[in-house]
């Protein structure tokens, strides 16, 4: 009788790690709780924001480490729109910077930048 | 944090460098040398790798590795005739141990002239078609040609008497510290700013080293290629149209980039993702 528990248990661990393979990968996102999913999805975006690429992102998988975490945004970055213009032209507060300039190139649009702004700053 | 301030210091001679004309090449060489084996100072001078285990993974590589088939193709390339009787021996007496003399500059030529370019200018005097760049059969005469040539020295120069090698040399220096694309980066940008970081889960491979393994087996292209397959891939990977295979802008790159390595073992073909 126990092997047979035994053996329902692997089989049964077997079926759970197989079915979660099924699920839809968002290979960026673990389960996430932002307030703010369409600005979280610009950023895990590979060709949009990609911030994952260079920084730490809560509910982010395998980030980069080339640049700050982005964690207590209000605190670093009490007026937002500084944040704003930061990742519009990062160049212009370091003009060695290795951070693309997602507004001045249109990497993303102003709407998604707008978008991208406010999941940045709740982090 | 002091040698932080201090790789910074460098980092931006290195970038100044390229504003001052009076920098000899071995002054850049050994500024370059210095910056990385200083940012790495616990890798020996000669050994790949910052990551423990990715050294250990490329040793392992290099049992079994991918890119022998290549190097037997070549080898039967090298010493099969050409239509005419002829062999590249014919137009490389010192071959097939002759990696180490390329990239070079030409002074009758007056351009930066590489080992690709050499081999497909020896098959055309010999009425032979040139081969492709980037694909296909240049990668097995390379393979076999970088796999004999394993051990000798990089040792590029830049001969004193003629202004244009200096100038093509420069030319590839400038388009190193360039930002191009619409992701902006230089070359410097990620393999010298930020080598040994991680870019998502990949690490950015230094600078030190780059043109000593080629042509190299990638993962990603499930094959052999070439070092201007792989400026090409560069630069469109940060949205900035490539320029060609074997034209002006990358011999001149390559021509800077292999100087910046002289000292340094050959070690081609390479094997890696």
Redesign the interface.
Known sequence: MRKTSNYLIGISSLAVVMGSALLPTNAAAEESTTPFPEGQEIAFDRGKGNCLACHMIKDGLSPGNIAPPLIAMKSRFPDKSVLRDQIWDASVRNPETAMPLFGKHEIISEAEMDKLLEFIYSL | MKNILKQLAM??VL?GVVLNVQATPEEDRELFQRFNQERFPNVPSQEYSFDQAGRENWEAIEEFPPYEPFIDSGQEMWETPFANGKTYKDCFPEGPVIAQNYPRWDKQQGMVVTLALAINQCREANGERPLKYKKGDINDILSYIAFQSRGQKTQVEVPADDPGALAAYEAGKKFYFTRRG????SCA??HL??SS?????EA?SPALGHTTHWPTYRSKWGTVGTLHRRFTGCNKQVRAKPFKAQGEEYRNLEYYLTYMSNGLELNGPGARK
């Open positions: 980092l931006m970038f619409q992701l902006n980066f940008s990620c700013q930020n970081l991680n870019i998502r889960s950015l």
